[in-house]
Nanobody, 118 residues
Framework: QVQLVESGGGSVQAGGSLRLSCAVS???????MSWYRQVPGKEREFVSIIDRGGTPTYADSVKGRFTLSRDNLKNAMSLHMNSLKPEDTAMYYCKARCGMYGLVRDYWGQGTQVTVSS
């Protein structure tokens, strides 16, 4: 059974930093891993994605401020968020595409709240 567990959310003042982590349980290989965020009343939006080789891609809104990395041995990833802005306030969700033998699907974590005050 694959489960994603996020951690590291919290409250910080503008300009501060936070690190979000996402750990995948279960002995299943994961491919693309990504972060999304959502505020109430709005659609979930893409933040960053990293492939199994470790190459990240970022949304324009976070480029230059966020850094995504992963550890394939631990089946985990971390999102380092610097120079945080009030508009970064959201529930952050990790997603991982995992599976084997042709049975590959997306899994989502439960979310972790990030609040940035001005």
């Amino acid at each position: 059974q694959v489960q994603l567990v996020e951690s590291g959310g919290g409250s910080v003042q503008a300009g501060g930093s936070l690190r979000l982590s996402c750990a995948v349980s279960g002995n299943t290989p994961c491919y693309d891993m990504s972060w999304y965020r959502q505020v109430p009343g709005k659609e979930r939006e893409f933040v960053s994605i990293i492939d199994r080789g470790g190459t990240p891609t970022y949304a324009d809104s976070v480029k230059g401020r966020f850094t995504l990395s992963r550890d394939n041995l631990k089946n985990a990833m971390s999102l380092h968020m610097n120079s945080l802005k009030p508009e970064d306030t959201a529930m952050y969700y990790c997603k991982a595409r995992c599976g084997m033998y042709g049975l590959v699907r997306d899994y989502w974590g439960q979310g972790t709240q990030v609040t940035v005050s001005s």
